[in-house]
T-cell receptor, first 113, second 111 residues
């Protein structure tokens, strides 16, 4: 199947700093990518839909000014967690659609101290 | 909101077939059934999907009832590495509709 990569795989940062997570589709182009987050022992929650060359669409309750999404090319989308706080600590997972199937990255574990 | 219902957990003996059920009684005519699994601390892995016909690939088989209100994912010979949370999801295949995850079934394969 298609491959989606994420970088970094894990990050620890101080409260108040910003963290950028990259998501790449390695062997296909993706006009649309999706960002999810997952808290311990919970399921994946969709945060936003990222569209190449246009603004992202955020799910209800997700702050667009806090979670900045940029989808500048057909193979790269970035999620920036601005002014991170301990409650933003989570597992962030991106996804991209190739044909009928949505493929997922390996995830980025964020710990905010 | 997830449109599927799955048992919270299941056990399966290693080497035996694992049969994971899913109810999707409100599925519409043009929605597909997708199965993914998530091994601890990894991103979800695509397994299989189908519309109304049974499907089989190298990982699993998908059996969809004639009325499409339920389906079963079959792992023919479960191994310890199949221990994971399995998600059954229904979704339209048009546009940019994302996958919406429910709580899934935690499958434990036991030696």
């Amino acid at each position: 199947g298609a491959v989606v990569s994420q970088h970094p795989s894990w990050v620890i940062c101080k409260s108040g700093t910003s963290v950028k997570i990259e998501c790449r589709s390695l062997d296909f182009q993706a006009t649309t990518m999706f960002w999810y987050r997952q808290f311990p022992k919970q399921s994946l929650m969709l945060m936003a839909t990222s569209n190449e060359g246009s603004k992202a669409t955020y799910e209800q309750g997700v702050e667009k000014d806090k979670f900045l999404i940029n989808h500048a090319s057909l193979t790269l989308s970035t999620l920036t967690v601005t002014s991170a706080h301990p409650e933003d600590s989570s597992f962030y997972i991106c996804s991209a659609r190739a044909g009928e199937t949505q493929y997922f990255g390996p995830g980025t574990r964020l710990l905010v101290l | 909101d997830a449109k599927t219902t799955q048992p919270t957990s299941m056990d399966c003996a290693e080497g035996r077939a694992a049969n994971l059920p899913c109810n999707h009684s409100t599925i519409s005519g043009n929605e597909y059934v997708y199965w993914y699994r998530q091994i601890h601390s990894q991103g979800p892995q695509y397994i299989i999907h189908g519309l109304k016909n049974n499907e089989t690939n190298e990982m699993a088989s998908l059996i969809i009832t004639e009325d499409r209100k339920s389906s079963t994912l079959i792992l023919p010979h479960a191994t310890l590495r199949d221990t994971a949370v399995y998600y059954c999801i229904v979704r339209l295949n048009s546009g940019n509709t994302p996958l919406v995850f429910g709580k899934g079934t935690r499958l434990s394969v036991i030696a």
